[in-house]
């Protein structure tokens, strides 16, 4: 599941992609293993809740502007 989830990490210049897939690759792991061992509530349950929270902060995103952030350049010489 690692490698999946660093394989779905891209780095595009200074932009970061694919860190929710990853992050849902590993979500639907222990999913998948909790079903497995019969824990079938608990599983339920992560599933409702990760489901909400992907649903809800794709809509929550929309609103947060992109001007809010800035670019630090941080330069030392013990490099």
Known sequence: IGFL????IIKE????????????LWIVAGIGMA???GLYMPALLVTAISLFN????????RF???????RLTVIGDDI
Request: hydrophobic letters at 45%; one cysteine or more; proline letters at 0%.
């Open 5 to 8: 989830g660093a394989g779905a």
């Open 13 to 24: 210049g200074q932009a970061v992609r694919g860190l929710t897939t990853a992050a849902c």
């Open 35 to 37: 079903v497995g061992v």
């Open 54 to 61: 992907l649903l809800l902060l794709k809509r929550v995103e």
């Open 64 to 70: 947060v502007k992109k001007d809010r952030y800035r």
